[in-house]
């Protein structure tokens, strides 16, 4: 099956740095999405990309669908302790919305 | 409430036993899916279904058994649970490319 890896599997920021994340693919996707899991939680949708080369914005949150459509960045601009959680990368195909998960990016913020 | 609930939360259970863990939503969603978190896995897909009465196997479905004969309703059995059953499940349902996800169980096989 499809496989989603998802670097790196950690990251120990300061508040107010930037982060960057991303996702490889070892087939093509025509969707690509990012979750956010809070502690206790289960995942909430961030951002959804449809197009190959599409850059996204949601607030501090920037995505882009690769040119190859078989990776995803996501980037987070000027970290605050709300941003603390999992983010998982997701692909989605034409005809079917189930969806394969990455393994995800543990954020944590070193006070 | 509107939304998609899980119950129960948290369920120790034991090795040979069967379980089911209940999943509803009030969206009339026509997609519903079932995930397994584990650690170093991620979000894995163990059966997902397009509408009432179809239903499809993920990822890792051996161990599992699903059923949906209405719309709002996606139960999850375990029909003998095992020790690497123990994990966070997760139920979602979709409409035009989001999924929303319920709060999860927390089984534990002993």
């Known amino acids: 099956g499809q496989q989603l890896n998802q670097s790196p599997q950690s990251m120990f920021i300061q508040e107010g740095e930037d982060v960057s994340m991303n996702c490889t693919s070892s087939?093509?996707?025509?969707?690509w999405l990012w979750y956010k899991q809070d502690p206790g939680e289960g995942p909430v949708l961030l951002i959804a990309?449809?197009?190959?080369?599409e850059l996204t914005s949601n607030g501090r949150l920037t995505a882009q669908f690769g040119i190859t459509r078989k990776d995803s960045f996501l980037n987070i601009s000027a970290s605050i302790p709300s941003d603390v959680g999992i983010y998982f990368c997701a692909g989605q195909n034409f005809g079917n919305e189930k969806l394969t998960f990455g393994t995800g990016t543990r954020l944590t913020i070193i006070p | 409430d509107a939304g998609i609930t899980q119950s129960p939360r948290y369920k120790i259970t034991e090795t040979g036993r069967q379980v089911t863990l209940m999943c509803h939503q009030t969206?009339?969603?026509?997609?519903m899916f079932w995930y397994r978190q584990d650690l170093g896995h991620g979000l894995r897909l163990i059966y997902y279904s397009a509408a009432a009465d179809i239903t499809d196997k993920g990822e890792v479905p051996d161990g599992y058994v699903v059923s949906r004969s209405k719309t709002e309703n996606f139960p999850l059995t375990l029909e003998s649970a095992t020790r690497s059953q123990t994990s966070v499940y997760f139920c979602a349902s979709s409409a035009y490319l989001e999924a929303f996800f319920g709060q999860g169980t927390r089984l534990t096989v002993v």
């Open positions: 990309l449809y197009k190959a080369g």
């Open positions: 087939s093509i996707f025509n969707t």
């Open positions: 969206w009339s969603h026509s997609y």
